[in-house]
């Protein structure tokens, strides 16, 4: 009888001591963490966070055949030389053509001068940041 009384007691004492949450706190703490959660994958998703998007800029090309040359027609604001690859291609082997400062309209690559290959010559531009293409490859008869 003395154990029954002891267990009542020890009950008793748990049942007014203990200290919880209201149902009502534990729901609203679960909503709050819930929207800040989706918060940030929002701006994760969008772009606000985790870096900057590069986009290609858009430069037109005039190529010609007869001088062998390609000059820049129109360029975006601010497009660096620094970005785009130039890499020419011929049935042996391929080169590159590095340049610097602010592409401009009148820029101009000379094909018998600024690189080292002959005959049949492939001209391709690729943007680094984006590893996109530029436009189309221009190709060129007897380069010497």
Known sequence: MEE????????????????????VIGVIIMV??????????????????GGQKTETPVISFTPSATEKTI???????????????????????????????VVSAGDTIYLETDQTLTGTVTVTFRHNPTNTIMGDSFTFQDVS
């Open 4 to 23: 029954i009384r002891y267990i009542m007691i020890t009950h008793r004492r748990f049942n007014q001591s203990k200290h919880a949450v209201s149902a």
């Open 32 to 49: 709050a963490i819930t929207i800040a959660m989706a918060a940030v994958a929002y701006a994760y998703f969008t772009g606000m966070i």
């Open 71 to 101: 000059q820049v027609a129109s360029a975006d604001v601010d497009t660096i030389w620094n970005d785009i690859n130039i890499t020419f291609t011929n049935a042996t082997g391929f080169a590159y053509l590095t340049k610097t400062g």
